[in-house]
């Protein structure tokens, strides 16, 4: 269980770590960056499936190819979901959108609990309700404030939940999904690297330190996806969900202090209510999951 928790904080960390790390590679612009990340995480997922023994899983999918040709389509529908999120995550920091960014991650969960009662029919406990209704405050803040949210906010916050009900709909387990992902979006990132204006070769030989810099933003990206693969599938679902948690509020610092993104006085009346309503759902889910434990350990007796 310590291990879990480590490894799920370490990849918060690792995340942020990347997120500021993506400054410091110019000329590489995020979109290329994007790409590098693709490229470079591709085997080390391979060795991750390899070590999980999960191929029958990859080869299952494969099977399913064959035999459902509509699946290529939505295949491709969930790589291009995520790599949306992947680019922005990568072309955020470059161009001042870092703030934004970390605000889609804190109001995604209270998107992910509304989504849930309209789609799936669950219910709101009263935790949730109160949550919701004091983000609507922050949120409405900031419509009043500035008459609109920001699109990097609202394509992490909408942007999300249609991949995690498309995730749904696939049955397939996190590799498998994660694979696919992966290997749809290969294509783009190999044409994004060989239509640059600078072809690799050539960056390379003007920005030498690219050598090592390049092959280390690999190091971070996959160290971040391996502890959070391992971490996901040591610790229990909702735990995992509340450690979640950790990484919008390591976005912000760093937006706030290395990347020197500017918060008004005025925005702070949008953060504060959003992150007591993150704080709420985060405390309910802690508590659940505390029971949980505490009832699972006393089942013997």
């Not at 070590?51 to 491709?76: F, H, K, M």
């Not at 004091?134 to 404030?145: K, Q, S």
């Not at 390379?204 to 810099?213: A, I, K, N, T, V």
Request: some cysteine; overall charge positive; aromatic content about 14%.
């Amino acid at each position: 269980m310590r291990q879990g928790v480590a490894l799920s904080v370490l990849s918060s960390f690792l995340f942020a770590t990347l997120y500021y790390y993506t400054t410091v590679l110019p000329p590489l612009k995020g979109t290329e960056v994007f790409a590098w990340r693709v490229l470079l995480c591709l085997p080390v997922l391979a060795l991750v499936i390899h070590r999980a023994r999960s191929w029958d899983e990859i080869s299952a999918v494969y099977g399913r190819l064959r035999q459902e040709p509509v699946l290529w389509l939505l295949l491709l529908l969930s790589a291009t979901l995520i790599g949306m999120q992947l680019w922005l995550f990568a072309w955020a920091p470059l161009n001042q959108k870092g703030l934004d960014v970390s605000m889609g991650y804190f109001l995604l969960p209270m998107v992910m609990v509304l989504l849930g009662r309209l789609f799936y029919g669950e219910r709101l406990s009263k935790v949730q309700t109160v949550a919701v209704l004091v983000a609507a405050l922050g949120v409405t803040h900031e419509l009043w404030r500035s008459g609109s949210f920001s699109w990097a906010t609202a394509l992490v916050m909408f942007g999300y939940p249609p991949y995690f009900m498309l995730r749904r709909r696939l049955r397939m387990g996190s590799l498998s999904a994660l694979w696919f992902d992966m290997l749809f979006m290969t294509p783009g990132a190999l044409f994004i690297l060989f239509s640059q204006d600078l072809s690799v070769l050539e960056q390379f030989s003007r920005f030498p330190r690219l050598f090592g810099q390049v092959p280390l933003l690999g190091v971070i990206s996959s160290a971040a996806l391996v502890a959070y693969i391992s971490a996901s599938r040591m610790l229990p679902l909702g735990l995992f969900g509340i450690l979640g948690y950790v990484e919008p509020v390591l976005l912000f610092w760093v937006a706030f202090l290395f990347l020197h993104e500017v918060v008004s006085y005025q925005a702070w009346f949008t953060y504060v209510p959003i992150w007591v309503a993150v704080l709420l759902i985060a405390g309910e889910g802690a508590m659940a999951w505390r029971q949980s434990a505490t009832g699972k350990k006393e089942s013997p007796r």
